[in-house]
């Protein structure tokens, strides 16, 4: 008797939702093939070949199970034996209520773990088509940095006319540029969180005049033209000069909302609105501006982002930059459109779909 052989399970692409399913696959004791591209094929937000490398916010958002279905999600996967809750758990670093990592920590991690599993086969080369008919059970986990030519053929296979809007990635501002002796540390209604202390933000205070200013010279900024058809953005990750242009309020509503936050340099007086930056490393040397994603030029940024009063003189940063995001392919029964038997799996803020054979 012979011994029955399970076929290997293809999964395209290396990023978040591609390492958890190659990981959960083979915790089950199914063969993976992983499919990266990079190095061999970089993109223009990608800065390393680790796989499940964070190129927007190195936040997972609220931690909170009790009260938040993302915690909450946080916790089932937790469950499952997910390899991404493992590594961010491991990598933390402080954000309050919201389970935040070491970016590049976490990849290292994540890379190691699937380089080490036996049943994991990871390829360092381009998918440029279609998945070929031989493989029998396929995974595409491209998220929205797919390569041309798969995009190219998804595009045809679906019908759409683009595969992609942009949205923005929220700029990094080294510790040692904020003057903390005008800003301070504190958690949003002190809210220790996962591995937080309730002092896990820098909080840069402005006045309502400071505010206007910063407002005005942000409308005023010269952005990056994208084409008509790279619109509309993500309405939950928008740039914050789009934010501003919605009414003069909106930032202040948004993520420089002063409220549960007081400056003890100036404990009787409220901040108008607040600048918050979250650690991005462990060593604690970097840190983002929390959701200030812009599509402003470099320039445009180098200029603005010095009028925030907490900012030291000749500051250094990683400035903001956009990426594409993937809008979703599937219809209302999970299916990809255009081709039987594709299925939509779960991954992090993005759809992803999966492809098996259907059987004759």
């Known amino acids: 008797m ?23 696959i083979a ?33 997972f958002r609220s ?6 279905a993302v915690g909450l999600l946080h916790e ?15 990598n933390q670093v402080p954000a309050g209520g919201a389970l935040a990592v070491d970016r590049e920590g976490f990849a290292a991690a994540v890379t190691a773990a699937l380089a080490a599993h036996p049943l ?31 995009a190219e053929a998804i595009a045809k296979l679906t019908g759409e006319d683009a595969l992609a809007f942009f949205d923005a990635i929220a700029p990094i501002v080294h510790r040692e540029t904020i003057d903390m002796s005008r800003a ?4 949003r209604y002190d809210k220790a969180g996962p591995g937080g202390s309730g002092a896990d933000y820098i909080n840069c205070p402005l006045t309502r005049e400071q505010y206007d200013a910063f407002v005005a010279a942000l409308l005023a900024g010269d952005t990056v033209a994208f084409h008509d058809w790279e619109t509309p953005y993500f309405d939950g990750c928008l740039p914050i000069e789009v934010m501003a242009a919605r009414g003069r309020e909106t930032l202040r509503h ?35 501006i929390v959701g200030f994603q812009t599509k402003l030029k470099h320039g445009e940024q180098a200029r603005l982002f010095r009028t925030i009063p907490q900012r030291a003189e000749a500051p250094r940063w990683r400035l903001a930059a956009q990426r594409r995001a993937a809008p979703a392919l599937c219809r209302s029964d999970h299916r990809l459109r255009g081709l039987r038997g594709i299925r939509r799996h779960w991954a992090p803020r993005r759809p992803v779909c999966s492809r098996r054979r259907a059987r004759p």
């Open 76 to 90: 089932e996967m937790r469950r499952l034996g997910s390899l991404i809750m493992r590594t961010a758990d491991v």
């Open 27 to 59: 915790a089950r004791g199914v063969p993976v093939v992983l499919h990266e591209m990079r190095p061999l094929r970089t993109t223009a937000a990608h800065k390393t070949a680790a796989l499940a490398e964070l190129v927007c916010s190195n936040s």
């Open 184 to 187: 301070w540390l504190q958690s």
């Open 2 to 24: 012979t011994e029955h052989r399970l076929r290997a399970v293809h999964v395209i692409g290396g990023g978040l939702a591609g390492s958890e399913a190659a990981w959960q």
């Open 254 to 288: 948004g993520p420089m909302k002063p409220f549960g936050l007081t400056n003890p340099h100036a404990p009787g007086v409220k901040p108008y609105a607040v600048v918050q930056l979250r650690q991005d490393n462990r060593l604690g040397t970097l840190f983002n």
């Open 120 to 150: 994991i086969d990871i390829r360092r080369e381009e998918v440029a088509g279609l998945p070929p008919a031989d493989w029998h059970s396929v995974i595409v986990a491209t998220g929205p940095l797919t390569s041309p030519a798969l």
């Open 63 to 68: 931690d909170d199970k009790e009260h938040n």
